[in-house]
């Protein structure tokens, strides 16, 4: 079993030394995204935090995935909405392959088997061998506060946080419990320096910007606030390389095995 390596996220972010790697929808470039063996396989591959997405089911169960509806993924049709637990249980999630630019959807599944799993089955197995990085979209008032139960449930305070779509889904879960830490997003906003500014001000610590935000000035403004970038997202080594040259802190990647290639590389001075 592998343990956290650091008591919290702050820990994480001030005391290693390399690019923090988190792993988008789990190890999804090589594994089927937003499953128990993505996410174990990039606790695995080193990953620090894992990252994955909430939808509800008809019965109300956090489950992971990240479309709105169920067809790219599975041999499902429809919203997850529209069936039980159960009922979704029944239904294989390995139909795309790859990761999220250039993944494609299969003709047939790559296992045999592979269920959907809920939010309580990811923080059962895994809260004490990686970080979380969980992302809200727009979840309904009774859902967002079966969320958060779990969260505190399962003491996640100092070892996970979610990732909304908007400022007001922050309050939002500040409301239910203000303890949980948030990240607000809105890629319709570029994340310049009074969007970091703001960012500070509403307390955030960790902040996801998009590749198109970085530039060198980005990365020194944001350490100079205290804010760790987490960016949103690297899938090559050219780009990883680049990223990491003008000091990017964290990178969110599909290729948890591609990104730690360019941080060996780099620190071996290849």
């Given at each position: ?267 071996a001075g290849k």
């Amino acid at each position: 079993m592998i343990m956290l390596k650091h008591r919290n996220l702050e820990e994480l972010y001030r005391k290693t030394e390399r690019t923090i790697v988190t792993a988008h929808r789990g190890f999804s470039g090589r594994y089927p995204e937003n499953t128990l063996t993505a996410m174990r396989e990039a606790v695995r591959a080193g990953a620090d935090i894992i990252e994955f997405d909430l939808r509800p089911t008809a019965d109300g169960i956090p489950v992971l995935l990240h479309d709105p509806t169920l067809d790219r993924t599975s041999n499902a049709h429809g919203c997850p909405e529209d069936y039980t637990l159960k009922e979704l249980k029944k239904f294989n999630f390995s139909y795309f392959r790859g990761g999220h630019e250039t993944g494609k959807r299969m003709e047939e599944p790559e296992y045999p088997e592979m269920p959907i799993p809920t939010f309580e089955e990811v923080l059962a197995e895994l809260k004490n061998e990686v970080f979380m990085n969980i992302q809200l979209t727009r979840p309904s008032d009774p859902f967002l506060k079966t969320i958060c139960d779990l969260f505190k449930q399962y003491d996640m305070y100092e070892t996970a946080y979610f990732v909304t779509d908007n400022y007001d889904d922050s309050l939002r879960v500040r409301a239910i419990d203000p303890e949980i830490e948030t990240c607000p997003r809105n890629r319709r906003i570029k994340m310049d320096t009074a969007e970091l500014e703001r960012q500070k001000k509403f307390g955030t610590r960790i902040i996801q910007p998009v590749a198109a935000d970085i530039t060198p000035e980005f990365c020194r403004k944001a350490e100079e606030l205290g804010l760790h970038a987490n960016m949103f997202c690297s899938n090559t080594d050219e780009d990883n390389r680049r990223f990491i040259s003008w000091g990017l802190r964290g990178i969110m990647t599909d290729y948890t095995d591609i990104l730690f290639g360019s941080i060996n590389a780099m620190k071996a001075g290849k």
